[in-house]
């Protein structure tokens, strides 16, 4: 069985926020880049990286963008290892 890491809210917020360009967000981007697993990303870490989100009046339509790209990352990552 293929190694499944869970990847938690604050990773996302982290590597997406724009004024969070600090150490946080260099971690969390090159963490997320460098994973070699399949990724877990429970509904709730959805749920919770949109509110997050909205606290920070980013726009609805950038979140909706970003949870796509999350989505997709999730699932690329899923399909390149039962591949």
């Not at 360009?21 to 971690?27: G, V």
Request: glycine share 0%; hydrophobic share 45%.
């Amino acid at each position: 069985m293929p190694d499944r890491i869970f990847v938690d809210t604050n990773i996302f917020i982290y590597a997406h926020l724009e004024e969070n360009r600090n150490y946080k967000n260099q971690i969390a981007s090159e963490l997320l880049n460098s994973l070699d697993a399949q990724l877990i990303v429970s509904v709730q870490v959805m749920n919770e990286y949109y509110n997050v989100m909205l606290r920070n009046k980013i726009e609805d339509e950038l979140i909706r963008e970003k949870l796509n790209i999350i989505a997709f990352f999730v699932y690329f990552h899923i399909r390149l290892r039962l591949s």
